[in-house]
């Protein structure tokens, strides 16, 4: 398994408290830490996983199964490098 970094930001919440925090904790996040600044609310994963498709979606099943929806999600360039190095053809 490999490491996968990635950030989630949270649909509708601007400001990420305790309650928040500990909800996306029990829902399975506790590899990612969670945060808010300028009123959006986020998680930084660093989540263990085959894939980096399956460390996404699992990440964003655990942020549905906490009663959050999610805006987008930013890969880590380290990340995205390795995801494209799997698939790029060469020319």
Do not use: N
Not at 17 to 36: M, R
């Amino acid at each position: 398994m490999k490491t996968y970094w990635f950030h989630v930001y949270l649909a509708g919440v601007d400001e990420m408290t305790d309650d928040i925090a500990e909800a996306l904790f029990e829902a399975g996040c506790e590899d990612g830490l969670p945060s808010s600044s300028e009123g959006v609310a986020e998680v930084y994963f660093a989540r263990e996983a085959d894939s980096l498709e399956t460390a996404i979606f699992s990440a964003l099943a655990e942020i549905e199964r906490a009663g959050f929806d999610f805006s987008k999600v930013e890969i880590d360039p380290e990340s995205l490098h390795e995801l494209y190095s799997q698939f790029r053809i060469v020319a």
